[in-house]
């Protein structure tokens, strides 16, 4: 028997809260994963940096999600964030495909009139690594990134906004709040539009739906193709 939603009872500032807490969990994460590696402080970023930094900044977003679902809702990540994957979504994961090629035409048009931009740091720690690294380091891209982000901007941020504003410009605020918290990287602001063009569309999908089943396979598919190019490189 499903759990049914229940009154959501968390807002902004647990969001506020819960980002600052992930961020400063993946530079704990990242000062003991390198100090596991034996690395010095020079040390330049690989793809397993990149796997393990990822898989411990889900981890811990999945637990800090699950902290304010125990406090603050039913104690279901289903119930109060509509984490789920169903089969019959997965034709949303060629969408997020799609939509990263639309996205990579805009980045190469953008390109060829103001000059190359720089890569992402994980374009580059993905790019000088080994094969094995490599693909830890697109797995990590593929799925643990989407299922915190999922998790933090659709699950917590989405709902939250919902309680105070209707659905199009909390679908359109969420979008620009999730491109813009990929601009840490500075790299990334030439992704700016694709990225919340995604972060739109994936909340749009997750109010209709009620869950992130299409919103995380979205999600995956538009990592996809960026994790295959550069396994390519």
Known sequence: METKPGPIRWGLPDFGCAWV????GQVVVGALVFAARGLKLNHRTDAVDIALITAGSAALTVAIMALISS???QGSLFADFGLRIRPQDWPWLFAGVGLQLVATGAVQVINSV??????QDVARALQ???SIGRLLGALAVVI???LAEELL????LLRALL????APPAALLCGALFAAAHLLDPNAAVFFAPLMLVGVVSSMRAIRTGELSQSLLLHAGFNLLSAVILLQG
């Open 21 to 24: 807490a992930i961020i400063f």
């Open 71 to 73: 406090r603050k809702g």
């Open 114 to 119: 103001g000059g190359t931009q720089p890569e």
């Open 128 to 130: 000088h690594s080994g």
């Open 144 to 146: 643990g990134a989407p």
């Open 153 to 156: 901007f659709r699950g917590l």
């Open 163 to 166: 309680r105070r504003m209707s």
